[in-house]
């Protein structure tokens, strides 16, 4: 079997749903089966073409990339040009919002029939967000009828867009309707994830109600190896605490944390990835930044697991979005560390996960029980009876969050009940 996926980043920088499509594509290809990855590129020195875990990956580069480094003067008056068309876009495909780049959509399109008529595919999924790779598996599917189309999304299309302008907002939502109705009109099969049910049992969604597959974040890794070697460089005297992704005001935010880590001796606190500007500034006013607080920025993912494998505890700060369940959550099971999980809201998507898993700790951020929270926390810090996590524990309970379940939809070959935890949804 031959299926092309279109996803947004997949190489470099690949966010969730790159980091996601890889662990499907794995488990896919592991099956004896053939697939083949569309993408957008980032840099100019990344190939057009590579192999990946013997799967073939192309990328797309932005127009302005297509000129060599050295031609600085029709690169300027292209990119004057460019600019132009972007904001004429901007303006004038409001009622196509969230379609960014049509011409990249056209651009996976033509690169896509000519994989088509050199080695036909069975299934093209198309990997949401972005709509402009869902808007080329809709082409394909209307250029080849007997492909299978798949959309495949961690978000829900009209749950996750925030409106910046309350100018277009009701154009904006008008057109994310008419999106839906096209997409998933042309689909065979919609795969959301579960936490997102409630959002798709609406009326709006009655023509297509049969077409969807509810599912999970499948980052759960059985086979990740504790890197032992790694704690030489990120261990001494004191012990680390690590948190690994973005952090801004809504999600990912530790200013309650920073007040508790103040009064707890012997830990450090250790940050990888991007922090948004405002809450950057917020850290440095504690005057705690490199002395109990190390902000390492942005690293590969690679080294995301070997500083998770690495740390003494994992921390996690919820959302205050029900519906937003972390990555790194997961990321951080398949890592067996104790887990602090800090969150704001009473119904955070990360709770009914954490709560299976033994060695986490639960805290909600509440500034009257700081006292209590310090304490909760500083004893979990001391703690040296955490409980061995081993392969079969995770399959017991977190079964739905491995890959092989949306490679099963791929296949066709799906089980109907499967064992393992699902998504609660909280009432």
């Known amino acids: 079997m ?49 192999i990946q875990d013997g799967t073939e990956v192309y990328g797309l580069r932005r127009c302005l990339q297509a000129f060599p480094k050295e031609n600085r003067f029709v690169e300027s008056i292209f990119q004057i040009w460019y600019r132009l068309l972007n904001l004429v876009w901007a303006v004038l495909g409001s009622r196509y919002w969230p379609l960014t780049d049509p011409l ?3 651009r996976y399109y ?22 402009d790779e869902l808007f080329a598996a809709t ?24 409106q910046k302008s309350k100018r277009f907002e009701r154009v904006h939502k008008k057109s994310l309707q008419k999106w839906e109705r096209t997409v998933f009109h042309a689909a065979d099969m919609i795969c959301v994830m579960a936490s997102h049910e409630a ?13 969807i597959k509810y599912m999970d974040i499948p980052l759960l890794d059985l086979n990740r190896v ?39 001796d ?27 607080v190390f902000y390492h920025g942005q690293v590969s993912h690679e080294q995301i697991i070997q500083v998770q494998n690495a740390a003494d505890f994992l921390l996690n700060f919820g959302c205050i979005n029900p519906n937003m369940v972390s990555c790194k959550v997961f990321e951080y099971l398949s890592a067996r560390k104790p887990i602090i999980n800090l969150y ?28 209590d929270n310090i304490g909760k926390i500083s004893a979990f810090f001391r703690r040296t009876d955490f409980i061995t996590i081993d392969e079969k524990f995770l399959l017991e309970n977190y079964y739905n969050n491995l890959p092989i379940q949306m490679a099963n939809i791929i296949v066709g070959d799906r089980d109907k009940k499967v064992p393992g935890m699902l998504y609660k949804e909280k009432r």
């Open 104 to 106: 990249l959509a056209f």
């Open 199 to 211: 959002h798709y049992q609406k009326t709006f969604y009655d023509n297509i109600k049969e077409k």
């Open 344 to 371: 704001r809201i009473q119904d955070d998507s990360s709770l009914p996960y954490l709560n299976a898993y033994p060695n986490a700790l639960q805290v909600f951020e509440d500034d009257n029980k700081l006292a």
């Open 266 to 292: 012997g830990i450090e606190f250790h940050i990888y990835g991007t922090i948004e500007e405002t809450l950057l500034a917020q850290i440095k006013a504690t005057g705690l930044m490199d002395r109990l």
């Open 110 to 131: 033509r690169k896509a029939c000519r994989l088509y008529r050199q080695k036909p595919f069975d299934t093209v999924i198309g990997v949401y967000n972005g709509m």
């Open 139 to 162: 082409l394909i599917k209307r250029k080849f009828p007997q492909v299978r189309m798949i959309v495949y999304t961690l978000d829900a299309l009209t749950g996750r867009q925030m």
């Open 2 to 50: 031959n299926s092309l996926f279109i996803v947004n980043f997949y190489n470099i920088k690949p966010g969730p749903n790159g980091l996601c499509t890889k662990q499907v594509v794995r488990e896919y290809v592991s099956r004896n089966n053939q697939a083949v990855i569309l993408t957008r590129l980032i840099r100019r020195d990344q190939p057009r073409f590579e």
């Open 226 to 264: 504790q890197d032992t070697a790694q704690k030489d460089t990120i261990h001494g005297e004191l012990k680390k605490a690590v948190y690994t992704g973005y952090m801004c005001s809504y999600t990912g935010n530790p200013l309650y944390f920073l007040k508790i880590l103040q009064k707890i």
